[in-house]
């Protein structure tokens, strides 16, 4: 049984290995290079920087398709458009000019792979996490994704969390659900589109907290004694129990137990207009909970949650199971103490 079973799985993976690689020559041009289109972003004065990126590219067998300046962006976001090129290449030039975080902003909103060189002051100060000993050590400025294994033991711990949390608040949903059909008329449960994972849109549920009527002028954010709350929906924003829904969001994998907050794609307009870097967070399921949630808080404008996008960006930069039963336990605490808006 297990030779069968070894037999049977070489082969299948075989298999799959063949096609993989067969695709890939399939890419190769007659200098024996990949054609991935990568395409360079730096001074395109300085010969001696660009064949370094050359060599690079010749040991990994991919292709650099141009090499352009900063100047440039015009020409770059059309590429990456098009999809002529499949990833961009910064170089440290590049890097150390005055107009680079603008031009990375650009980059951000394209969902493209930004690879950079690290310098010495970066590798001193241990902010590359690189666990490839036989490639050149280039960081994905873009990439922020956990290991797979974390990834799974995460997710387990979601699933584990939402069911144990939707049977112990069960009871609570029940009288609050009483209490919102007896204070005003309408459904107990609000569903609202948001965009979560990979920009998917999704309907996020809540307990009902507002009038029937409170956005019919359009979005609108919930300010600090926001008349169109109901008594019960403010006294459920206080402990944040409107959200206990959100676990079943939790279960079905749309979000997570900590993660950035969703929002509507109204506010995500918004928001990208002051900070491109904001689609960075749609590489992770949105959370019941968030770094920024307990930093911050709620945002009543725009300018809100783009201070506190900062808290969302540090908390990708550092993801770790660890990093979240902390954020879990100061939630818990901001709930005790009746600190929701």
């Known amino acids: ?43 395109t004065n300085t010969p001696e920087e660009n064949s370094g990126y050359s060599s690079i590219a010749l040991r990994h067998g991919i292709y650099i398709r141009r090499v352009v300046s900063l100047g440039e962006m015009n020409d770059v976001v059309r590429m990456v458009s098009q999809g002529e090129v499949d990833c961009v290449m910064m170089s440290n030039t590049a890097m150390n000019s005055q107009g680079i975080l603008s031009s990375l902003n650009r980059l951000y909103s394209l969902d493209v792979s930004i690879f950079v060189s690290p310098d010495d002051r970066a590798l001193i100060m241990g902010l590359v996490r690189y666990d490839n000993v036989i490639a050149e050590p280039l960081v994905d400025l873009a990439c922020l994704e956990l290991p797979d294994k974390v990834v799974a033991l995460k997710r387990f711990m979601d699933i584990i969390a939402s069911f144990i949390g939707l049977v112990i608040c069960l009871p609570v949903m029940a009288v609050l659900s009483c209490a919102i059909k007896i204070q005003s008329s309408g459904p107990v449960i609000y569903s609202q589109e948001r965009i979560g994972f990979r920009k998917r ?34 006294f459920m924003r206080k402990y944040r129990l409107d959200e ?12 997570s137990i900590v993660g ?80 929701g808006k």
């Open 244 to 255: 206990i829904p959100n676990l079943w969001n939790v279960m079905k994998g749309e979000m």
């Open 260 to 339: 950035p907050r969703p929002e509507r794609q109204y506010y995500i307009d918004q928001i990208i207009k002051q900070a491109p870097h904001y689609t960075l967070i749609h590489q992770v399921r949105p959370g019941l909970t968030s770094w920024g949630m307990v930093k911050y808080g709620y945002a009543c404008d725009v300018s809100g949650m783009v201070e506190r996008l900062k808290y969302d960006i540090l908390y990708l930069r550092n993801m770790s199971l660890s990093l979240d039963l902390r954020i879990i336990y100061h939630t818990l605490f901001t709930v005790i103490r009746g600190e």
């Open 201 to 234: 849109p999704f309907m996020l549920f809540k307990l009902r907290s507002m009038r029937m009527d409170a956005e019919s002028a359009g979005p609108s954010l919930t300010v600090t004694n926001d008349e169109r709350v109901t008594p019960v929906g403010r």
């Open 1 to 43: 049984m297990i030779l069968l079973f070894s037999g049977i799985l070489f082969v299948s993976v075989f298999i799959g290995r063949v096609c993989l690689t067969t695709c890939l020559l399939k890419r190769r041009g007659k200098d024996g290079a990949y054609r991935c289109g990568v395409l360079v972003i730096g001074n």
